[in-house]
């Protein structure tokens, strides 16, 4: 197989993608909704052999296939396929980058019976389709990853992948400019509701700089922000996954809910106060990033991931963190403080359509991913983001990724979302059109709640 990069066109980050510094974990995952049109394996997937651990993949020439969702990092898994490469003689490694049509992409590779050896996926993806998808339970490399930060990867007590990093998602802050706004060392943790937040917010408009930033794209609004909605302010996870149950079923909806009521009005209170309010749907992920950078706006809501837009354009010694998107102005409620983090993807291995050589070979590449220190350098400088391995002695150079960390280190974190079934995949394009109608005021708050109710009802009930 020759080596080489399939590119699918990109446009803008999907995902969400990170959690705390090497080692410490919360759990979380995104979404995904299974696409009845899309084909089935054309082969049975053979069972896991228990007596073949990741070191022994064989020493003969075996080609593999790496397919990822992670956009933007093409250069460090090339560099780290190399390595892996260099390090592994005989196993040849081709490199599939996806883009906009992440799922749609891999499946067409499974149509034509090219599935990957080894794909970067969301958990729900992976849950979905984990008939094809090789067992890893009992592989020794699990010894060496978090055991909060396999949960999403797990189904029915057995580990189908390997978490990639984790995610903080809230509202980022550029410390120069809320230090100013206070007129001192400003604190992200005196920010208890949302009154406290628009207090801040009030502050900063007074120095004259715009408060906040809202990037109105549908991936943001409709999978980071709306789906706040169905997390830890509900309740557990089986209170969460009831509640959409009942959204499914018709008995609830959502406009009567006072999470959703309360995400909406604080949403509300960030759209008055928008850099982009003369345009909301811009949609420019870059020039928001440089706006927040350059301290044109005090806050962004993004999530930590950010730094990939922001890392060039900061100056030296310049302080950027991360805070909690406040739902509520109750100031006991831990909700309002803790920071919603995500395993947003994992790395999982094909049974269905490689054969053990090459799954056996696949293996070995997560291991290195995983284990391997020149590796765990590698991502921890250019993904920006906490790493779940326990052997990680990385640093991560990103304020966002080490704001991520330090919740986490101080167990202030909450599930995004507590099971990888909950939202399916296209929530983020199809409820994502009504929150940018909803920021533009082209609808309003019920008819908001009524499509999204729309949405849910034409869904499977979820399981738990």
């Known amino acids: 197989m020759k080596k080489r990069v399939i590119s699918l066109i990109m446009t803008g980050v999907m995902g969400a993608t990170l959690l705390t510094g090497c080692g410490n974990a919360s759990t979380s995952a995104p979404a995904a909704t299974t696409d009845e049109n899309a084909p089935a394996a ?11 651990p990741a070191a022994e993949a064989a020493a003969t020439e075996v080609n593999i296939s790496f397919y990822t969702t992670e956009t933007g990092k ?33 499946m067409a590779l499974y149509a034509s019976n090219e599935g990957p050896t080894v794909s970067l996926m969301d958990p729900i993806n992976i849950w979905e389709n984990q008939e094809r998808m090789r067992p890893l339970s009992g592989e020794a490399m699990l010894d060496n990853i978090t055991e909060s930060s396999l949960s999403t990867m797990t189904f029915n007590g057995t580990v189908y ?12 802050y ?31 408009e007074a120095t004259g700089v715009a408060a906040t930033c809202i990037t109105g794209v549908n991936w943001s609004l409709g999978a980071h922000y709306l789906c706040q909605s169905y997390g830890e302010a509900i309740g557990d996870t089986k ?17 009567d809910n006072d999470v959703f009521n309360g995400f909406m009005d604080t949403l509300d209170m960030m759209a008055q106060y928008n850099y982009n309010k003369n345009d909301p749907l811009v949609g420019d992920v870059n020039l928001d990033a440089m706006a927040l950078a350059e301290g044109k706006c005090g806050t962004w809501f993004m999530g930590d991931w ?11 010694g310049a302080e950027f963190g991360l805070m909690p998107v406040p739902h509520s102005d109750d100031a006991n409620d831990v909700t309002n403080q803790y920071l919603p983090t995500s395993f947003a993807k994992g790395y999982c291995i094909d049974a269905s359509q490689n054969t053990e050589e090459q799954q056996l070979a696949g293996l070995k590449f997560i291991e290195y991913i ?66 940018c109608e909803y920021l533009t005021g082209a609808c309003d708050r019920k008819t908001l709640a009524d499509k999204i109710d729309a949405y849910w009802a034409n869904q499977e009930k979820r399981e738990y």
């Open 306 to 316: 950010a730094w990939t837009y922001m890392a060039e354009l900061v100056e030296p």
């Open 370 to 435: 995983s284990s391997d220190s020149y590796s765990q350098e590698v991502q921890a400088k250019r993904l920006g983001q906490a790493l779940p391995f326990k052997n990680c002695t990385a640093t991560i150079e990103s304020p966002l990724g080490n704001s991520t960390a330090g919740y986490i280190a101080d167990g202030r974190t909450v599930d995004f979302y507590g099971t990888p079934s909950l939202c399916p995949s296209d929530i983020w394009y199809e409820c994502g059109a009504y929150m």
């Open 42 to 52: 054309t082969q049975e997937a053979p069972a896991a052999t228990e007596e073949a």
């Open 174 to 204: 550029n410390k120069a400019v809320c230090d100013a706004a206070v007129g001192g060392d400003f604190d992200p943790s005196s920010i208890k509701t949302r009154s406290d937040l628009k207090d801040l917010f009030d502050k900063i």
């Open 239 to 255: 209170a969460r996954v009831d509640y959409v149950n009942s959204i499914i079923s018709g008995e609830t909806k959502e406009i």
């Open 161 to 172: 992948a390997v978490p990639m990093s984790a995610a903080g998602i809230g509202i980022l």
């Open 74 to 106: 093409d250069d460090m898994y090339q560099d780290l396929i190399s390595d892996f490469e260099s390090k592994n003689p005989g196993i040849t490694v081709e490199y599939i980058a996806a883009g906009d049509d992440q799922l749609q992409q891999w």
